[in-house]
């Protein structure tokens, strides 16, 4: 008897060569990052903290970036190209006329999609002759992918680890250090930025925003590192489409097509790396696909206002046009900490804009998340990170009303990351003993 397909894979060699940059096929043109009225000029700060290479690429006009051989093997490294699962128990389970696929994102050595652009940056900024890079982190997955493709690359690492989350993940703080990161809570007292909210609130929760100005402040101040941003920028985005590349020879090794693809956003590097080639056949050939990103109403990003706004607590980035709650709110703490910022990607924001890309945000006490969550792991077997949870959650309820709507659609979605190391956050939302 045959076996069923589940996996669609790729060999080395069919490991994409070139990243998908939308920039030049967007229906308009992207707007640039700007300077406030006051102050000095955050635009041409920018060549002191982030790595060139990154900085040329991120208002690339070019379509297509190749990826340079070494980062290629790097990529191998690191277990790509990844699986596309046909999630046939699930759908079995659901009892749904849908197809479910899934993309394996947490087959990474770190657990997550973070390392596609953690190696491209350390291998830039390495041959650039920097000795350290430094960022932020909240869910502690960007700070890991950092660390493990410093290692990689025989750099120094500095993470500034959003509060909230350092207090509830040693195991992943340990992971970090053991890579050999340099690891602290954010706020901080290494820097202005940190000092001065330390002082408001000695266990300030933090933000990414904030812990965003902590590395910025950092590199700022040695000319031997480099800031690295994890998400939100053009060149982070381009880095993760090799995921929707991925997929998309996968669907045709599948003979078939997505009319629905969802994934979890918070800054919109793993769904703008999913779903961008795709909205590039929406743009270009005439496909029709819905995309669906899923968020926390914690912070629904997507659902504010689209205007000018700095990326960072502190002021130090410029202006970025995009779905904003504004640099300064407040958001509560949840498990899936990842999606806990108060804006999103330029380019994303851009797409929704223009009403390519609806959203849902789900309740703050994430039980809903985490109870579909658990469907998935019950039948597909996979534990996935609390962000990726909402990915699992927003598609498994697509293919419930195609249930319902006897609908026979096709629809993907990322799994971002595993949550190996997130178990204490499960085991509170669900009340497991
Ligand atoms: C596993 C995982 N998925 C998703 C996200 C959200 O970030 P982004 O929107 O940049 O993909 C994070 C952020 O930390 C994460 O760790």
Redesign the pocket.
């Known amino acids: 008897m045959a076996v069923p397909k589940r996996q669609f894979r790729l060999t080395v060699d069919e490991l994409p060569t070139r990243w998908y940059n939308i920039i030049p096929d967007l229906p308009e043109p992207l707007p640039p990052p700007q300077d406030p009225e006051d102050g000095p000029s955050r635009v041409d700060d920018l060549p002191n903290l982030l790595v060139t290479e990154c900085l040329k690429q991120e208002m690339s006009p070019e379509r297509w970036v190749d990826i340079p051989d070494g980062l290629r093997e790097l990529y191998h490294q690191a277990g790509r190209p990844r699986p596309l699962f046909r999630a046939l128990s699930l759908e079995k389970a659901l009892g749904t006329p849908a197809r479910l696929y899934y993309k394996s994102e947490f087959y990474s050595p770190t657990?997550?999609?973070?390392v596609n652009t953690a190696l491209a940056q350390a291998f830039y900024a390495r041959a650039e002759g920097y000795e350290r890079l430094a960022t932020e982190?909240?869910?502690g997955?960007?700070g890991t992918a950092l660390a493990y493709a410093a290692a990689l690359t025989g750099l120094r690492c500095t993470v500034y680890w959003v509060r909230a989350v350092y207090s509830w993940k040693a195991a992943r703080l340990g992971f970090m250090k053991m890579l050999g990161a340099d690891v602290y809570a954010s706020p901080s007292d290494r820097t202005e930025c940190g000092r001065r909210l330390c002082e408001e609130d000695p266990n300030h929760p933090g933000s990414l925003g904030i812990a965003i100005s902590e590395g910025l402040e950092d590199a700022k101040h040695d000319p031997k590192a480099a800031y690295c941003l994890?998400?939100?920028l053009n060149h982070v985005l381009m880095h993760q489409t090799i995921i929707g590349l991925e997929t998309q020879k996968q669907f045709e090794m599948a003979g078939d097509y997505p009319d629905t693809m969802i994934s979890?956003?918070?800054?919109?590097?793993?769904?703008g790396g999913f779903v961008l080639p795709f909205v590039g056949d929406v743009l270009t050939k005439g496909k029709k696909v819905r995309f669906i990103a899923a968020q926390s109403q914690a912070a629904p990003n997507l659902q504010g206002e689209y205007r000018y706004n700095f990326a960072d607590h502190a002021e130090i980035t410029p202006l970025l046009k995009m779905y904003t709650l504004g640099h300064t709110v407040s958001m509560p703490p949840i498990k899936g900490d990842?999606?806990r910022y108060h804006g999103c990607s330029p380019i994303v924001s851009l797409l929704r804009k223009l009403g390519y890309i609806d959203t849902i945000a789900y309740p703050v006490d994430e039980r809903r998340v985490f109870e579909r969550a658990t469907t998935f792991m019950r039948t597909e077997g996979f534990l996935p990170?609390p962000?990726?949870a909402y990915s699992v959650c927003c598609a498994i309820e697509e293919a419930l009303r195609c249930k319902q709507a006897g609908e026979e659609r096709v629809i993907a979605f990322n799994v971002?990351?595993h949550g190996f190391m997130d178990m204490e956050g499960y085991r509170e939302v669900l009340g497991i003993e």
Request: proline letters at 0%; a neutral charge; one cysteine or more.
């Open positions: 657990g997550s999609h973070k982190t909240g869910a997955q960007w994890g998400s939100v979890c956003l918070g800054g919109g590097s793993n769904f990842g999606l990170a962000e990726s971002s990351g």
